[in-house]
């Protein structure tokens, strides 16, 4: 009689898999971070970072891993497989060589993905297992607009112990609706996620990060004014729907150039790296956990 294969539960859909199966079979997230939860005996807390496409999710997240990794304050990060640095030795790497990061891909299998141990020393030592991706802005707006979409997108929100809220800053700053927009979809989504009925607030701690904030110093001055003046939809929908959220302003690219491709198009050219605000979000979320 043939052995019974052994099967796996997919750690974002929940969906079962047969063992050592790289990617899940329904969402296509690698199963990798499965098998490291098993390995660590303890469900790993979600952090999923959010926002529209180019609004820099991926420079942030590889800043903040960076700096996490250096023991950055009162924390420290240990990656948990090669995989969990990919993001981080992209974006320092690209930055280095003054270009930006490639774009992340749609499909789920090509993201990346951090498994990642943090301990805040804050308060003797305590230890954080966190899953992060890096998902791309066109999937998250393609599961916004017909949900289930993304099957992956969908299970990471909903057991999301936390997320991060990147908007950008500098498009809301010159009066473009996009960015409000957006934002404005994403947390009604969240809400919807929530199955919450009136009267009843989401509780998932949420930071709303303004990137590129070095183009409008007043995001920096006060990200919450910033907040109501210039993305006034996405604030009504906080202040009437999420009971746990707060307004960070932050910037990596201290300068930008412009230079011409191989086509002769014109792109920016990062000249250096200032970072600023990058692990105020993410302790503010630790606290809340």
């Known amino acids: ?18 063992e050592d199966v790289v990617f899940c079979a329904n969402c296509s997230a690698p199963m990798a971070l499965t098998y490291e939860s098993v390995v660590q005996a303890r469900k790993p807390c979600v952090i999923t970072v959010i926002g529209d496409s180019n609004v820099g999710k991926t420079v942030y997240l590889g800043y903040l891993l960076d700096m996490l990794s250096r023991r950055a304050g009162d924390y420290e990060a240990v990656p948990k497989g090669p995989y969990s640095i990919n993001i981080q030795q992209t974006v320092m790497s690209h930055i280095a060589a003054r270009i930006f990061p490639p774009k992340t891909p749609n499909e789920v299998d090509q993201w990346n993905w951090v498994y990642s141990q943090v301990a805040d020393r804050r308060e003797g030592e305590k230890w954080y297992d ?3 991706p890096d998902m791309a802005g066109e999937s998250l707006a393609a599961e916004v607009d017909a949900p289930y979409t993304y099957t992956a997108i969908r299970g990471l929100l909903q057991q999301s112990a936390a997320i991060m809220l990147l908007v950008d800053a500098s498009v809301a700053a010159m009066g473009n609706v996009q960015a409000d927009f957006f934002a404005y979809k994403l947390l009604s989504y969240i809400d919807q996620l929530s199955g919450l009925r009136t009267g009843h607030k989401v509780q998932t701690p949420i930071s709303v990060i303004l990137c590129k904030s070095d183009y409008c110093p007043q995001a920096f001055d006060n990200p919450l004014t910033f907040t109501k003046t210039n993305l006034n939809r996405l604030w009504n929908l906080c202040d009437s729907r999420f009971e746990n959220i707060a307004f960070f302003a932050a910037s990596v690219i201290g300068s930008i150039g412009f230079g011409s491709d191989g086509a002769d198009n014109i792109v920016s050219v990062p000249l250096h790296s200032a970072p600023r605000g990058i692990l ?3 302790e503010w979320l630790l606290t809340g956990l």
């Open 1 to 18: 009689m043939a052995a019974t294969a052994s099967i796996t539960r997919c750690l974002i859909c929940h969906c079962d898999n047969e």
């Open 130 to 132: 966190l899953v992060m």
């Open 280 to 282: 105020e979000p993410f």
